[in-house]
């Protein structure tokens, strides 16, 4: 049998904006997050994979890079970015 796959919304950012954009803002701040700190921001109902997916697709979109980092629990960010992406 297919399992449908559940969606997932983040959270609503400010009109006008994709919705990931306030995340991508926070996450700029520092150059390291854990899974727990971000599942802290954004509440326990979004799909983490697919939140920092969409970031990187975005990011690749602008600057032709990813952003974000994945190490087991730790999230690495290239803040460097920040001025071209925001």
Do not use: A, H
């Amino acid at each position: 049998f297919v399992q449908e796959e559940e969606t997932v919304k983040v959270p609503e950012g400010r009109p006008g904006r994709q919705p990931f954009m306030d995340v991508l803002e926070r996450l700029l701040s520092k150059d390291v997050w854990t899974r727990d700190e971000i599942v802290q921001m954004v509440g326990p109902n979004v799909m983490i994979g697919n939140l920092l997916e969409q970031i990187n697709d975005y990011s690749c979109s602008k600057i032709d890079d990813i952003v974000l980092e994945e190490d087991g629990d730790r999230i690495y960010v290239t803040v460097e970015y920040k001025d071209r992406l925001i």
